[in-house]
């Protein structure tokens, strides 16, 4: 299990890479063809904020495993460790409703876009509405891959300049 845990993490990785990486060729191809040659895309704006927004959707479970997902800290640090403990189970069953919910609700936004058609493009825009339960999905994958960890605050901080820092003070 822990092997298709890594291979999912690294395909995420992938992913969201591959996604910014395309919006920073996109978005610059446009700033240089806009002031170096006078002439822009009309696609590219749309096209860019579509893709940003699969890019944030799809990080999201990165982030929960890095402990990098905004949090208050304080009040766990007020509780001793076994309710510290009970509270982050919370938050997991917490996180996981609203998710599910999330993405039960965006397959219904994708739904309603379906047959209208995006102003630059002219594709459906159920496409790129995709983003919000494809995203939400990715998220309760990790979730359940990483919830024991994440009460425990065993974050993957690997990725984190040289490993000995901590990500965001999730509590």
Known sequence: MR???????????WLVSAVLAIVFAIVTMNVVGRYGFGSSFAWVEETARH??????????????????????????ELLSEKFRRLLRW???????????????????????????ETMST????GIPYLSIPVGCVIFLIHLLLYARRFVYEDFDYTDMNDGSERGADVG
Do not use: C, D, H, Y
Not at 3 to 13: D, I, L, S, Y
Not at 122 to 125: E, K, L, P, T, Y
């Open 51 to 76: 893709l940003m927004i699969l890019g944030a959707f799809s990080g999201a479970g990165l982030a929960l495993r890095e402990g990098r997902l905004v949090a208050i800290g304080i009040v766990p």
């Open 90 to 116: 919370a938050i997991v069953f917490v996180m996981f409703a609203f998710m599910a919910t999330m993405a039960w609700l965006g397959v219904k936004f994708v739904q309603f876009g379906w047959p209208k």
């Open 122 to 125: 002219g594709i459906s825009r």
């Open 3 to 13: 092997r298709v845990e890594q291979v999912f993490t690294e395909a995420n990785r």
